[in-house]
T-cell receptor, first 114, second 112 residues
């Protein structure tokens, strides 16, 4: 099946710095990618939807200036957490949509802000 | 309203038994209904999916039953195994493929 790769799988950063997470579709082109955040033992919370070549659409309550999303190509979307704080520590997961609305997820990225 | 209600929140099943998880949606704009399996610390993996023009879909031990008029769908895991112990999420995707809404998840434990 289709593969979505996320990198890094784990990252630790200092409070106040920025960190970038990459999401790549390895064997297909993804015009739409989704970014989620998941807290322990909870469901996935949609943060934003990114479409290749256009601005991301953010869900209500998600700070677009803090969580910068770029979808520069049909195979790559990035999430940058700017001026990270400990409360931003979480599991971030991307997904990509293929034709027919099948959606595949990456393995997720654990962010710890210290 | 964009919401998918999933139940039960947790489920314990004996090895070899049938696990049943139910979901209900409200928005008729949804037309693709996937189920995902997630193990701790991993991203969700697509398990099986169905479209509303089909009432049932079976893949191995996993079956989705779909009731369009009731706006409900369910996942049945036959001959449940300890390796099936995971969190299962139902989801709904709109026709444009621009929105994927998850249920709150069901934690399944299969006891040996």
């Amino acid at each position: 099946g289709a593969v979505v790769s996320q990198h890094p799988s784990r990252v630790i950063c200092k409070s106040g710095t920025s960190v970038k997470i990459e999401c790549r579709s390895l064997d297909f082109q993804a015009t739409t990618m989704f970014w989620y955040r998941q807290f322990p033992k909870q469901s996935l919370m949609l943060m934003a939807t990114s479409n290749e070549g256009s601005k991301a659409t953010y869900e209500q309550g998600v700070e677009k200036d803090k969580f910068l999303i770029n979808h520069a190509s049909l195979t790559l979307s990035t999430l940058t957490v700017t001026s990270a704080h400990p409360e931003d520590s979480s599991f971030y997961i991307c997904s990509a949509r293929v034709a027919g609305n099948t959606i595949y997820f990456g393995e997720g990225s654990w962010l710890t802000v210290v | 309203q964009q919401q998918v209600k999933q139940s039960p929140q947790s489920l314990i099943v004996q090895k070899g038994g049938i696990s049943i998880i139910n979901c209900a949606y409200e928005n008729t704009a949804f037309d693709y209904f996937p189920w995902y399996q997630q193990f701790p610390g991993k991203g969700p993996a697509l398990l099986i999916a169905i479209r509303p023009d089909v009432s049932e879909k079976k893949e191995g031990r996993f079956t989705i039953s779909f009731n369009k008029s009731a706006k409900q769908f369910s996942l049945h895991i036959m001959d449940s195994q300890p390796g099936d112990s995971a969190t299962y999420f139902c989801a709904a995707v709109n026709q444009a493929g621009t929105a994927l809404i998850f249920g709150k998840g069901t934690t399944l434990s299969v006891s040996s």
